[in-house]
């Protein structure tokens, strides 16, 4: 009835899955609210991927910008589930609550078998995020010293727009310009708690110029770091149709159409409403 085991999908060429997930279900899920951006093959070049600043993201590499793992690794499914439950604040990945939480584990099952790196290799461990230590002006402080000796500054600029001397130029693993990211303003992409932040600092942003500091700051300089950012972050992106910021009402506008087409069959736009209200709240 559509029910692969992990065995006979892994056997067949495709990545280990786990077992019991119905991969057809994540196919069809993919081709209803995926291809338009991320295309039929998941290679990131769907009908709508050229209209975008921030490109979808490419599969079939297996490389994720967003996870837990260290540097270089592969993703664990609940990194992978996490940035489909959330989307990605400021660009066209919307957060798909409208999907049920078994069709968003079945279409990451899905994404694994699009790259042969899920089939060769494995994620490595979670990295460990501590407690966060109280935040005072001392912390603060330090992170300030951190953000210069770091060489933040060099992409993120001296006061944290995104417009550091090296800040032209740069480009992604697939040869796209890329911007660092304006800390000043909110919300992140990462997510909106400190805990993302100090994942995203210990493990890097994959297929970007932004690396990991896991090896060269301490648990606690980290923080430290953190709570400097956080503290820059002073202003909000400015909102437009529905509360939406930067390209999240470029990615409304494709669901819009990809829902008129019948390609998300059963789904009404109270769906996305309901979803797009939750967005707001965050």
Not at 47 to 75: E, N, V
Not at 132 to 159: M, N, Q
Not at 237 to 260: Q, S
């Amino acid at each position: 009835a559509g029910l692969f085991s992990a065995y006979e999908f892994y056997q067949n060429g495709h990545a280990e899955v786990q077992a019991g997930v119905d991969l057809r279900l994540g196919e069809k899920v993919y081709g209803e609210n995926c291809v338009a951006c991320h295309g039929e093959k998941g290679n990131g070049r769907g009908t709508s991927a050229s209209t975008l600043k921030t490109k979808p993201r490419d599969f079939t590499t297996g490389i994720y910008k967003f996870h837990s793992t260290p540097s270089g690794s592969l993703p664990l499914d609940e990194d992978i589930l996490r940035t489909i439950s959330r989307g990605v604040r400021g660009t066209s990945m919307l957060a798909q609550l409208h999907l049920s939480q078994e069709e968003r584990s079945a279409v990451v099952q899905y994404l694994k078998t699009l790259s042969p790196r899920f089939r060769e290799q494995k994620p490595g461990p979670s990295i460990s995020i501590p407690l966060r230590p109280h935040e005072d002006k001392g912390l603060i402080s330090l992170g300030e010293t951190l953000y210069k000796d770091a060489g933040c500054v060099s992409c993120h600029g001296s006061g944290g727009k995104g417009d550091g001397p090296s800040a032209e130029g740069l480009k992604d693993s697939w040869g796209f310009p890329i911007r660092p990211a304006d800390l000043t303003l909110k919300p992140f992409k990462s997510g909106t708690d400190p805990e993302d932040f100090y994942r995203t600092l210990s493990t890097g942003l994959d297929g970007t110029p932004m690396p990991s500091y896991a090896d060269s700051l301490t648990p606690d300089e980290r923080w430290n770091l953190v709570y400097y950012i956080l503290s820059i972050a002073t202003h909000e992106r400015p909102r437009g149709m529905m509360g939406l910021v930067g390209e999240e009402t470029r990615g409304m506008m494709i669901d819009m159409r990809a829902a008129m087409a019948g390609m998300m069959k059963g789904r009404g736009m109270m769906d996305r409403n309901m979803m797009m209200k939750d967005m707001r709240g965050k």
